[in-house]
């Protein structure tokens, strides 16, 4: 947006913005979503091409808007504001079971990605001694600071209780790595108000093209499951946990993770 000033102007005033071009026009709408603006909509004509209105082109806008509103209140958790477990669900069934994601590499074998399970240390206890409602505003500000310390074009879930998913788009498990500890830095350092620290444990795994959701999920969720018996408070990644025969089984926690 720093490189589009019309993009932003149409943002922060909340109005169709206007531009002349050499033999036309270009019209910035904002859609709105909840009050807010969460997309424009640009509309370019030369003079020779029949003009639509500005009411009419207001009413797609707003059309789109209302579908992406009830999208997003059908696969966003309301407490968060995060994907829930519906879009999880939806998300493993189309890019794992689909071509799409394959094509990407022309081999259709490297790792597309990353996938990660994280889970909020001993959240039972800050419910029993806090309170319900406390334990919400970590969740909330848990989430908050996930948004901000992860790229825009990763996904982000809560799928649920105190229990999180982030997928690293086009990301190697050395960088995930990277990120994913940095995050758990960023949460142990972190000021929860009432509470000395909140820790978060996280297990990932690579993503491969064709790899069933299931088979997904228990890899990471051995590395999560590994962290939570030798400390917690740390980050460790299935692949590197099998090279080093570290594995145990996590057949009761995976229980937890069914999807289908």
Known sequence: LESHSTLQECIESQQMISINLKNGQRKIFPIFEQGNVSGLLIYEYVQTELIQSDEIIQAIAMVYGNHQSLLNHHQRDGLTGLYNRVALQNWLSKA??????????????????????????????????????YGDEVLHVFAELMRESFRFNDQLFRYGGEEFVAVLSETDLDTALTVLERFRTTISQHNFAQ??????????SEIYPRLQPGKLIERADKALYYGKNHGRNQVNAYEWLEQGDLMTSSDDRLENFKLF
């Open 96 to 133: 794992l079971n689909s071509d799409g994601i394959a094509d990407r590499r022309a081999d259709g074998e490297g790792s597309v990605g990353c996938f990660a399970l994280l889970d909020i240390d001993f959240f039972k206890r800050i419910n029993d001694t806090q309170g319900h409602l």
């Open 195 to 204: 509470l000395n620290q909140v820790t978060v444990t996280i297990g990932v």
